[in-house]
């Protein structure tokens, strides 16, 4: 899976983009967040999600939020 940071979002609509860590932006695909656990992205949020196409251009489905595991500390 890839990952990259909410760029933008839009949460009516569905659609919205992300930024790879290389800076290539990347259209969210709408689709894979009807009927996901996902309710919002908030604006530089990280995001691990597959690549696939639509109209030939790249776009990000099956969005997961990238969550830090705690680390123990001394």
């Known amino acids: 899976m890839s990952q990259g940071t909410v760029k933008d979002y839009d949460e009516e609509t569905g659609s919205g983009s992300l930024l790879l860590d290389d800076g290539t932006e990347i259209a969210i695909d709408p689709v894979s967040t009807q009927g996901a656990d996902l309710r919002t992205l908030r604006l530089g949020q990280r995001v691990r999600f597959e690549l696939g196409e639509r109209d030939g251009a790249p776009v ?13 500390t001394d």
């Open 60 to 72: 990000a489905r099956g969005l997961n939020i990238v969550t830090f595991e705690d680390t123990p």
